[in-house]
C-alpha cells in the first residue's frame, strides 16, 4: 500500500484538485485508492459533493475506526473527509505517529492519496511521517520556487523519524504553455530538479468540473488536464 502526500505549503497551489485527479486517474487505470483528506477546509468532500457522515477528525479523536469513516465515490475511489474540527485535535496529534497509528487498520489499497494543508503544522508533520512518497504541486511562479527550497527543509526534518520518505516528483500545475514566462520558469525548474512532471496545463474547466461536483478526468475525460493527470497515473503505478 503506497501513502502519497501531495503536499506543498502554499494554498491555491491545486494541492486538493490534483489530490482528487489523481485518485480519479488511478482508479480509472483500475487501481483501488483511498483519498485522505487532511486539511480542516475540508475542499475535498465539498469539491466532490460528498457528504460524509464521520471525517478524520472522529478517527483521530477515537471515536470511530478508519473504515467506519470511508465513504465509498461512484468513480470508483474512497474518500475519508475532514472537518474544522480537525483543528481541535491538534492536541493530539502532536505526536507525529497519532495518524498512522489511527489510520493503521486500514488495508486493502494500493494507493492511499493525501490532501494536506497549506500550512505547515502538527497535522502535516503526521502525513509526512505516515506518507513514503510526496509529489509536489507548484505555479510555476519566482514565489513557488522560493517555497520549494523550504519544502526540502520539511523532507528532511520528517526524514529523522520516516527515513523512507521521498520526493516523487515536482508537479507543474496551471501551466500557460503560450506564456513565455511560463516556459521559463518551467524550463529554469527542471534545470533545478530531477523528477519534474509533465506539467499540467491550466484550464477553467476544471472550475466546472468542480462545480458539477465532479472529478475533470470523468466529467471531461478526453480534456488536456484529464491526459495530463492520466499520465501522471500511469507513471506512478508503474514505479
Ligand atoms: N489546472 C488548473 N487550471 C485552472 N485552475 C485550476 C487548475 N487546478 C486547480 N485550479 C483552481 O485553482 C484553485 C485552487 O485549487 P485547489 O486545488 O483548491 O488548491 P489548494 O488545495 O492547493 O489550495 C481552485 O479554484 C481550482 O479550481
Ligand atoms: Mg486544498
Known sequence: MRKIAISFFKGGAAKSSSAIELSSSLSKLGAEVLLVDTDLDGQIAKLLKLNPRHSLTHILKGLIGPQEAITHTKWGFDVIGSDRDLIKVDAVTEKRSRLRNALS???????????????????????LDYADTMIVPVELSPASRDRLANIYNELDEARITNPKLFIRGILPVKYRRRESSQQA??????????DVF???????VIEQAQCAGMPVTIKYPNHPISQAYILLAKQIKED
Open 198 to 204: 509533465e506539467p499540467i496545463p491550466f484550464s477553467c
Open 105 to 127: 487498520p486500514i488495508k486493502g489499497y494500493d494507493h492511499v492519496i493525501f490532501d494536506t494543508s497549506p500550512n505547515y503544522g502538527m497535522m502535516s508533520a503526521n502525513v
Open 185 to 194: 520558469h518551467y524550463e529554469q525548474l527542471k534545470r533545478d530538479f530531477k
